[in-house]
């Protein structure tokens, strides 16, 4: 049975998590128990609130969120099924954050306006 894992990141160490092709066992995560929405979507907003405290200024929020078996190793790319970052226009620390499928990453972090 695999887990949704949630990881609290910034636009740069994104595009490092890219870069290596993983996310490192050491670097923060919530686990989202069973296989409910609600708790799902509360993982994922205190991700969002543990994202906002890595800024360093303005920038935006990013959840990257994975599916595994062990949630203590590392989170290899081929796991990741989606990020969730604020938009551009709406840096708003109470708002929802916008979907983007991993194939979207790319775009994502050459927009990275706010880190």
Do not use: C, N
């Not at 708790?39 to 994202?51: G, I, S, T």
């Not at 949630?71 to 620390?93: C, F, I, N, Q, Y």
Request: charged share 35%; no cysteine; aromatic share 6%.
């Amino acid at each position: 049975m695999s887990t949704r894992v949630y990881v609290p990141t910034t636009l740069d160490r994104l595009a490092a998590y890219v870069e290596a092709g993983r996310v490192p066992a050491a670097d923060e995560r919530l686990v989202a128990p069973g296989d409910d929405e609600e708790a799902e979507y509360d993982a994922l907003m205190a991700a969002a609130d543990d994202a906002a405290l890595l800024l360093d200024g303005p920038g935006r929020r990013v959840v990257l969120v994975a599916e595994v078996a062990d949630t203590d190793g590392d989170l290899p790319r081929k796991r990741w099924v989606s990020v969730h970052a604020d938009t551009e226009d709406d840096p708003d620390p109470e708002a929802d954050l916008a979907w983007f499928a991993t194939q979207e990453i790319p775009d994502l972090l050459d927009g990275r306006s706010g880190r």
